[in-house]
């Protein structure tokens, strides 16, 4: 038994708990019935329920629901459409929920399942940056399926070092252009120097 102010008083019986209840003006509530002995408390039923829906509430609020969105192809989409159906992906992949994307092989498209392969390929390419692949494409009748999940942050960060590294190197490499330039400038001193020592030479010769 727990009082309002939120002291217990023990284990009584139900008339005197009632009572108890009665005598302050509130309700008697049982809050844990499946307790031995069940657990009752001594408030205002009407604020207990306020309560306890305004933390249930929070509680979902929390809660991340991931849902999963589907996405429909086919092997001879248009630019046009397979854009579309890039940006809804990439979308859905923002929000947090995954995407199913489903090719239909129609007809004699089924003898030529590498075009499929190949648009869902191109497919997950266009979606990489926003999610990665969860499940790989599987082939179910004339379906083919592929699950793709939102990249999380710490999937992002590693990816964004990467490209950073990936700069980086670029910027370090040394440009081949300036190279041949540096050798190309430094060949002449060479010969200069060369021709000079045969000028110094030619009248030694002369003379002898």
């Known amino acids: 038994m727990i009082k309002q102010d939120g002291s217990q008083v023990g284990i009584m019986s139900p008339e005197s708990a009632l009572r108890m209840a009665y005598n302050a003006g509130l309700d008697l509530i049982m809050i844990s019935p499946g307790a031995q002995?069940?657990?009752?408390?001594?408030?205002?039923?009407?604020?207990?329920?306020?309560?306890?829906d305004k933390r249930e509430k929070e509680a979902k609020k929390k809660q991340n629901i991931i849902e999963i969105k589907e996405v429909q192809l086919s092997c001879r989409i248009d630019t046009h459409d397979f854009e579309t159906k890039v940006r809804h992906a990439l979308r859905f992949l923002g929000e947090g929920n995954k995407v199913k994307v489903v090719l239909r092989f129609r007809g004699r498209e089924m003898s030529h399942q590498q075009l499929g392969r190949d648009t869902i390929e191109k497919f997950r390419e266009?979606?990489?940056?926003?999610?990665?692949?969860?499940?790989p494409p599987v082939l179910d009748g004339r379906l083919m399926t592929m699950i793709v999940a939102p990249v999380?942050?710490?999937?992002?960060?590693?990816?964004?070092?990467?490209?950073?590294?990936s700069r980086d190197k670029d910027a370090k490499a040394p440009e081949k252009g300036s190279t041949d330039a540096a050798g190309a400038s430094s060949a002449p001193a060479v010969s200069g120097d060369g021709a000079a020592g045969a000028a110094a030479e030619k009248p030694a010769a002369d003379g002898k």
């Open 37 to 52: 002995p069940p657990v009752c408390r001594i408030a205002d039923y009407g604020r207990y329920r306020f309560e306890q």
């Open 152 to 165: 999380r942050d710490k999937d992002k960060a590693t990816k964004a070092a990467g490209k950073d590294k």
């Open 126 to 135: 266009a979606v990489s940056e926003a999610g990665t692949v969860e499940k």
